[in-house]
C-alpha cells in the first residue's frame, strides 16, 4: 500500500460519514472506532488486512461503514484518555489492536460498546473474557501469542549461536507486561545455558545505548522482545542490529521483511483480517460472547539470507530446513 493509497484508507471515514448506507437500510451509518498503540505508517499493510476481512464479509468502507481513528503513536500512557474519548461516541463497535494495554484501555473505558482485540499475553488472566470459548460481556477477539513464545526464541537462538555464551534482551519499559515477560526470558536462557544481558528502553533515544552496552558486555546475539512499540520502531531496531553487527530475533515477519536475521511468530496481517471478520459479523448483530476468542495455529519462522551474508553468518542447516520462508 503507498502512501496516496493509505491516506485515501484513513480518509474514507471522515468523506463518507454522512452517506446513506444500503446494507443498512434507513439507519444512520454504523462508526467503528479503531485504537492502536502504535502509528499509522507501520501500521498500513494491517489496516489493510482489517478491511480484507470487513470486504470479504460484504462490508465496505463509506457504504456500510465508518471508522474513527485513535492512534496512541508508541505512548501508551495516552491510551487511557483515547479510549475515553471513542467511548463517548455513538459507536457500533471499538476495535482494539496492538497489544493487550490497548484491550484493557477499551474495557475499562467502557462495559456496552462491543470490542474486538488483537493483542497478546493471556486474555483471560488479564480479565479481558472469562474464557476462550465464551468470552461473555462485550468482548472477545484474537489472542496472538506474543510473549507467549518468547522462550521458543530463545531457543532459536541457542540454535543459531550454539557455541555462545551471552545473549541480550531488549524490552520496552512502559509496557506493563514487560515485568513477567523477562522473568520468563531470564527462566528460559538459564535452561539453555545462557547467560542475559537486558535493557529496558523507554524512548527511542535510549536504543543506541542499550546496543552499545550489549556488544561492551560480550553478547552475541540480541532478542528482541514483542513488543507493539517496537513494532512501529522495526527499521531503527533492525538499523541498530546491522551497525552493531549483533545476529537478533523478531516477534513477526515485518521485522525480517525490513533487513532482521530471523523472526518466529504469527502472521499478524492474518490476525488483522481475522479481527475485520469479526468486527462486521458484530455489525450484522452477532454479539462478542457468542464469538469465541480465536488463537493462531500457525507459526512462521523467517531467515533473510541477505542480512546473514551481511553479518558473515552461517545459518544452520537444521534451522533453515525448517523455515517457512527464506528471504534473499
Given at each position: 500500500m503507498n502512501r496516496r493509497d493509505f491516506i485515501t484508507l484513513l480518509g474514507g471515514a471522515a468523506a463518507a460519514g454522512a452517506l446513506p448506507s444500503g446494507a443498512w437500510g434507513q439507519q444512520s451509518m454504523p462508526v467503528i472506532g479503531f485504537l492502536n498503540s502504535g502509528s499509522p505508517g507501520p501500521f498500513a499493510h494491517l489496516v489493510a488486512g482489517f478491511h480484507r476481512g470487513l470486504n470479504e464479509g460484504g462490508l465496505v468502507e463509506g457504504r456500510d461503514f465508518a471508522i474513527e481513528y485513535r492512534w496512541a503513536e508508541g505512548r501508551y500512557d495516552r491510551l487511557p484518555a483515547l479510549a475515553t474519548e471513542l467511548a463517548a461516541?455513538?459507536?457500533?463497535?471499538?476495535?482494539?489492536?496492538?497489544?493487550?494495554?490497548?484491550?484493557?484501555?477499551?474495557?475499562?473505558?467502557?462495559?456496552?460498546?462491543p470490542i474486538v482485540f488483537a493483542g497478546g499475553g493471556d486474555p483471560v488472566k488479564a480479565g479481558l473474557v472469562a474464557s476462550l470459548n465464551r468470552p461473555g460481556g462485550n468482548v472477545t477477539g484474537f489472542n496472538q501469542f506474543t510473549y507467549e513464545l518468547e522462550p521458543k526464541r530463545i531457543g532459536l537462538l541457542r540454535e543459531l549461536m550454539p557455541a555462545a555464551d551471552r545473549i541480550a534482551a531488549l524490552f520496552n519499559a512502559n509496557n506493563a507486561r514487560g515485568a513477567p515477560a523477562i522473568k520468563e526470558v531470564v527462566e528460559a536462557a538459564a535452561r539453555v545455558d545462557l547467560k542475559l544481558s537486558i535493557a529496558a528502553v523507554g524512548s527511542e533515544s535510549e536504543f543506541n545505548g542499550a546496543f552499545a552496552r550489549f556488544v561492551h558486555e560480550g553478547a552475541a546475539a540480541l532478542l528482541i522482545s514483542a513488543d507493539p512499540y517496537f513494532n512501529t520502531r522495526r527499521a531503527q531496531l533492525v538499523g541498530?542490529?546491522?551497525?552493531?553487527?549483533?545476529?537478533?530475533?523478531?516477534?513477526?515477519?515485518?521485522?525480517?521483511?525490513?533487513?532482521?536475521?530471523?523472526?518466529?511468530?504469527?502472521?499478524?496481517?492474518?490476525?488483522?483480517?481475522?479481527?475485520?471478520?469479526?468486527?462486521?459479523?458484530?455489525?450484522k448483530g452477532t454479539k462478542p460472547a457468542d464469538l469465541p476468542v480465536l488463537q493462531p495455529t500457525i507459526f512462521e519462522l523467517v531467515i533473510n539470507l541477505g542480512t546473514a551474508k551481511a553479518l558473515a553468518f552461517e545459518i544452520p542447516s537444521t534451522l533453515l530446513a525448517r523455515a517457512d520462508e527464506v528471504i534473499e
Open positions: 461516541m455513538r459507536l457500533a463497535v471499538v476495535v482494539a489492536t496492538g497489544g493487550e494495554p490497548v484491550a484493557l484501555a477499551a474495557k475499562a473505558a467502557n462495559e456496552t460498546i541498530l542490529a546491522a551497525r552493531y553487527r549483533l545476529p537478533a530475533i523478531y516477534e513477526f515477519r515485518e521485522f525480517a521483511v525490513a533487513g532482521g536475521l530471523v523472526s518466529y511468530g504469527s502472521n499478524l496481517a492474518n490476525a488483522y483480517r481475522r479481527v475485520g471478520d469479526y468486527t462486521g459479523r458484530i455489525l
